[in-house]
């Protein structure tokens, strides 16, 4: 059974930095062999692309909101791809959700909850 668990989130204040986990556990090839993406959903709004790291030559891609100021990394030994936060708005406050697509197939995590706020 595939699980993605992200965990990371919290209060924090706007101009600060956070980091969030996605750990995955189950797949059946190495996390690096699947697009990764984090998305993000704030209360009545549609789930929201924040960035995505590619299979193998981990290329990264962010939309205009959060280009610069955040930043995704991946640990293949870890199987856990991570979303660097910095310089965080209060915009930036949402449920974090990880998600993971490979060989057809699609995985979502429960989601992490972020907020900023002073």
């Known amino acids: 059974q595939v699980q993605l668990v992200e965990s990371g989130g919290g209060l924090v204040q706007p101009g600060g930095s956070l980091r969030l986990s996605c750990a995955a556990s189950g797949l059946a090839f190495s996390i690096n062999r699947y697009v990764i993406s984090w998305y993000r959903q704030r209360p009545g709004e549609e789930r929201e692309l924040v960035g995505t790291i590619t299979q193998l030559a981990s290329t990264t891609n962010f939309p205009a909101s959060v280009k610069g100021r955040f930043a995704i990394s991946r640990v293949n030994d870890r199987n856990t791809v991570y979303l660097q936060m910095n310089n965080v708005k209060v915009e930036d406050t949402a449920v974090y959700y990880c998600?993971?697509?490979?060989?057809?197939?699609?995985?979502w995590g429960q989601g992490t909850q972020v907020t900023v706020s002073s």
């Open positions: 998600h993971a697509y490979g060989f057809e197939k699609d995985y």
